[in-house]
């Protein structure tokens, strides 16, 4: 992750997501066809039950996360591409990171949202299964000028 800047990984995921827009028609067709299997089977990008697999079911959208609390997001409609990288590494805000970034995009499929909100509840709950506190998403979506 630290061959690429951030804004450079996010355009990556806007041509994969937009195989369209990719100038060499050799690639372009490498896109497609990666595009056209991540979209026919979503758990082979994360795993089952991986919230990858949330995204990549929605067909206007590719997404992966990796090493060092990194998420990239493609948005085909919206011609966007997303990084997000939380500092310490971690993975477990991810989801509701992306849910959060999609919302204030105000992305249209609510089906997508809403899978993501239902899997990854903002609410912590302890062995007893009581909810002890939730978890807050301060984060303001910047979109990057370059």
Same mark, same amino acid.
């Given at each position: 992750m630290f061959a690429l800047p951030l804004h450079q990984?996010?355009?990556v995921f806007l041509m994969l997501a937009s195989p369209e827009i #990719?100038?060499?028609?050799a690639l372009a067709r490498a896109a497609r066809r990666n595009l056209d299997a991540i979209?026919? =089977?979503?758990?082979?990008?994360?795993?089952?039950?991986h +919230?990858?697999? %949330?995204?990549?079911?929605? /067909?206007?959208? #590719? =997404?992966?996360?990796?090493? /060092?609390g990194v998420l990239l &997001?493609?948005?085909?409609?919206? $011609? /966007?591409? %997303?990084? %997000? $990288?939380?500092v310490d590494g971690s993975h477990g805000l991810l989801p509701l990171l992306a849910l959060s970034?999609?919302?204030?995009l105000h992305y249209a499929n609510s089906d997508t949202l809403s899978a993501i909100a239902a899997r990854y509840p903002?609410? #912590?709950?302890?062995?007893n299964g009581h909810v002890v506190g939730h978890i807050? &998403?301060? +984060?303001? +979506?910047?979109?990057g000028a370059r």
């Amino acid at each position: 992750m630290f061959a690429l800047p951030l804004h450079q990984l996010a355009r990556v995921f806007l041509m994969l997501a937009s195989p369209e827009i #990719i100038r060499e028609p050799a690639l372009a067709r490498a896109a497609r066809r990666n595009l056209d299997a991540i979209h026919a =089977a979503p758990a082979m990008v994360g795993g089952f039950n991986h +919230f990858s697999e %949330i995204l990549c079911a929605d /067909l206007n959208l #590719i =997404a992966k996360d990796g090493a /060092l609390g990194v998420l990239l &997001i493609g948005l085909r409609a919206e $011609r /966007l591409g %997303i990084a %997000i $990288r939380v500092v310490d590494g971690s993975h477990g805000l991810l989801p509701l990171l992306a849910l959060s970034a999609l919302r204030q995009l105000h992305y249209a499929n609510s089906d997508t949202l809403s899978a993501i909100a239902a899997r990854y509840p903002k609410h #912590i709950v302890n062995d007893n299964g009581h909810v002890v506190g939730h978890i807050e &998403i301060p +984060f303001q +979506f910047q979109a990057g000028a370059r």
